[in-house]
């Protein structure tokens, strides 16, 4: 059974989610930054279409990056080091999401609607939202955002415009994560593109014990500066 948020004030446990689809934990709800919030601290992110009722999710296995297990092959550092990037944090986020639900090939991308849009916005505001940008000549031509809470990091989404400016910004991000002793990037589901960037899958069950222990550590609020080098 799915169970439908109203007036819950916590979600269900995350075993009980759904293994067909994997990670279905519960429907309804609100996006409200209350919810947002209380969701990621218990491993749980919403996942829908337009005109879809919000639907929450907890997969199991659980894709996540150690900051320190970056993977970076020469020809990328190579690319890194000639493309011209520059590095912005926090400074374009609704252009950032944007970016990140154009259309592209895979057909991704279409979930980010207007009403993720503006809650996500309203994280940003408040200091937990993030956006790491991958700038080439005065243009944004990569980036990703997700949300920070306590030492751990929620990857939402990617996008890139030009070759390996999605990959560039990762990279960036890892980096200053380590140097901040965050403990996690949370990945979501398992894809191959991670999966070479040093993401690896563990059991939901590891996933949400090193969870509750990230979350509470010391809050890094935003808007972020980096001072990982380009």
């Given at each position: ?131 790491v940008e991958t ?38 991000l890892a980096q ?55």
């Amino acid at each position: 059974m799915i169970e439908r948020r109203q007036n819950a004030t916590v979600f269900p446990p995350v075993e009980t989610a759904l293994t067909e689809p994997n990670g279905l934990l519960a429907q309804g709800g609100s996006l409200s930054p209350e919810w947002l919030l209380d969701a990621y601290r218990h491993g749980i992110f919403p996942w829908f279409n337009p005109g879809e009722p919000i639907l929450w999710w907890s997969p199991d296995p659980r894709m996540v990056l150690l900051p320190g297990d970056i993977r970076v092959t020469r020809s990328l550092a190579k690319r890194m080091r000639n493309a011209g990037f520059e590095l912005r944090v926090d400074t374009a986020f609704v252009a950032v999401m944007r970016g990140c639900g154009e259309p592209r090939d895979d057909a991704g991308g279409t979930w980010i609607s207007d009403t993720m849009v503006a809650a996500y916005s309203r994280l940003f505001d408040a200091g937990y939202a993030h956006s790491v940008e991958t700038w080439h000549d005065d243009r944004l031509v990569g980036g990703l955002y997700g949300v920070a809470i306590g030492r751990m990091f929620y990857g939402e989404s990617m996008f890139s415009r030009e070759p390996d400016a999605s990959k560039f910004a990762l990279v960036r991000l890892a980096q200053q994560l380590q140097q901040w002793e965050f403990g996690m990037i949370d990945c979501q589901m398992e894809t191959a593109h991670l999966s070479s960037m040093g993401a690896r899958t563990i059991p939901r069950a590891a996933f949400v014990t090193r969870l509750a222990e990230l979350v509470n550590l010391p809050h890094r609020p935003g808007p972020w500066t980096f001072d990982v080098s380009d």
